[in-house]
Nanobody
């Protein structure tokens, strides 16, 4: 069983920054991808960014240039650095992990029940 635990969420004013972390247990796939997703009240979960085993990254258009996804394999931790936050970034942020061949299929839909998920960390941005 793979465990993921997000942290680093909080309340910030518009224009502020946050760093989210996702500590995870060992992932046994030969090639795995990890990503960040978010769900705002009344909206569906959406993909924000993901990173492949070779560190190639992909971002949702709305966050390009403001968010940076990275990982530290030695620490088994995934990060999401967020800056210039507007209120529209307010959401519950989740990290997820899955085999890359499967991850790329469902990333754009925002959810897969075959992936491993954390419990989420709340990000609230006030105007």
């Amino acid at each position: 069983q793979v465990h993921l635990a997000e942290s680093g969420g909080g309340s910030v004013q518009a224009g502020g920054s946050l760093r989210l972390s996702c500590a995870h247990s060992e992932l046994r796939y030969d090639r795995f991808c990890m990503g960040w997703f978010r769900q705002a009240p009344g909206k569906e979960r959406e993909g924000v960014a993901y990173i492949m085993d070779d560190a190639t990254t992909t971002y949702k258009d709305a966050v390009k240039g403001r968010f940076t996804i990275s990982k530290d394999n030695a620490k088994n931790t995934l990060y999401l650095d967020m800056k210039s936050l507007p209120p529209s970034d307010t959401a519950l942020y989740y990290c997820a992990a899955d085999a890359c061949w499967r991850f790329r299929r469902w990333w754009s839909s925002g959810f897969s029940d075959e992936a491993y998920w954390g419990q989420g960390t709340q990000v609230s941005v006030s105007a």
